[in-house]
């Protein structure tokens, strides 16, 4: 049994941060917070090791604690489950709701598609299968705003990063590195595989919520088709 209570860190008076080994058990762990809310708790922010839990008040703050602790240990004796989803700020849970798949249409002519294929031991054509024929999911955001970390079940298109990194990436290039994959929201220095490119807005301050990725969000690519 882990020493769940060393894990779960005070961070000011309203939150605690609990530090996981890695981005699955947070997966579950937030995932877990949704289905089953906490009362007291106001919102779960998962990172890639850590998920950040804040207050409605400090009152709140023993309380709390003793349910993240019997739910950490609950979660420790249950097999995991597949694809769960998971939660960040604007996704509270909501009863009965179905889930929502984000499809974001690409077209895969990444500079970096043939050294993914190459890297994977796969043709181009079978990178690109194995892309759209993945349910990825929003563990996490970061990096710039609508800049999701999406993880697959399998894992199976895990590339290193560059050995160089590029000076500028252009708005909605997708992307593979470190067993994510992910869509750049603008224009940024960076350092992933480019394996296509979507017209899609990741991050649009008009909109309501701005980022058309959060964490928790499932996400399927399709194939774009020439016009």
């Given at each position: 049994?882990?020493?769940?209570?060393?894990?779960?860190?005070?961070?000011?008076d309203?939150?605690?941060?609990?530090?996981?080994?890695?981005?699955?058990?947070?997966?579950?762990?937030?995932?877990?917070?949704?289905?089953?809310?906490?009362?007291?708790?106001?919102?779960?922010?998962?990172?890639?090791?850590?998920?950040?839990v804040?207050?409605?008040?400090?009152?709140?703050?023993?309380?709390?604690?003793?349910?993240?602790?019997a739910?950490?240990?609950?979660?420790?004796?249950?097999?995991?489950?597949?694809?769960?989803?998971?939660?960040?700020?604007?996704?509270?849970?909501?009863?009965?709701?179905?889930?929502?798949?984000?499809?974001?249409?690409?077209?895969?002519?990444?500079?970096?598609?043939?050294?993914?294929?190459?890297?994977?031991?796969?043709?181009?054509?079978?990178?690109?299968?194995?892309?759209?024929?993945?349910?990825?999911?929003?563990?996490f955001?970061?990096?710039?705003?609508?800049?999701?970390?999406?993880?697959?079940?399998?894992?199976?298109?895990?590339?290193?990063?560059?050995?160089?990194?590029?000076?500028?990436?252009?708005?909605?290039?997708?992307?593979?590195?470190?067993?994510?994959?992910?869509?750049?929201?603008?224009?940024?220095?960076?350092?992933?595989?480019?394996?296509?490119?979507?017209?899609?807005?990741?991050?649009?301050?008009?909109?309501?919520?701005p980022?058309?990725?959060?964490?928790?969000?499932?996400?399927?690519?399709?194939?774009?088709?020439?016009?």
């Amino acid at each position: 049994m882990d020493d769940w209570d060393a894990r779960i860190r005070p961070a000011g008076d309203r939150a605690m941060l609990i530090t996981l080994d890695d981005p699955r058990p947070v997966q579950r762990l937030a995932s877990a917070l949704r289905v089953h809310a906490i009362a007291g708790v106001q919102d779960v922010l998962p990172a890639a090791e850590t998920v950040l839990v804040t207050l409605h008040a400090v009152s709140y703050g023993v309380q709390v604690r003793r349910e993240l602790l019997a739910l950490l240990d609950r979660l420790d004796q249950e097999p995991p489950q597949p694809d769960s989803a998971d939660v960040s700020r604007g996704t509270a849970p909501v009863e009965g709701c179905a889930e929502d798949i984000v499809e974001i249409p690409v077209r895969y002519d990444g500079a970096d598609l043939p050294e993914v294929a190459r890297l994977l031991d796969l043709s181009v054509a079978d990178v690109i299968a194995a892309h759209t024929g993945t349910l990825w999911r929003c563990a996490f955001v970061g990096f710039a705003p609508g800049f999701g970390y999406l993880t697959s079940p399998d894992g199976r298109l895990t590339v290193p990063r560059r050995d160089r990194a590029r000076t500028a990436i252009p708005p909605g290039a997708v992307a593979l590195a470190g067993g994510y994959s992910a869509v750049y929201p603008r224009g940024t220095p960076g350092g992933w595989q480019l394996i296509g490119r979507t017209e899609l807005r990741m991050w649009a301050v008009e909109r309501d919520p701005p980022a058309l990725v959060r964490a928790g969000s499932a996400i399927r690519f399709v194939e774009a088709t020439e016009e």
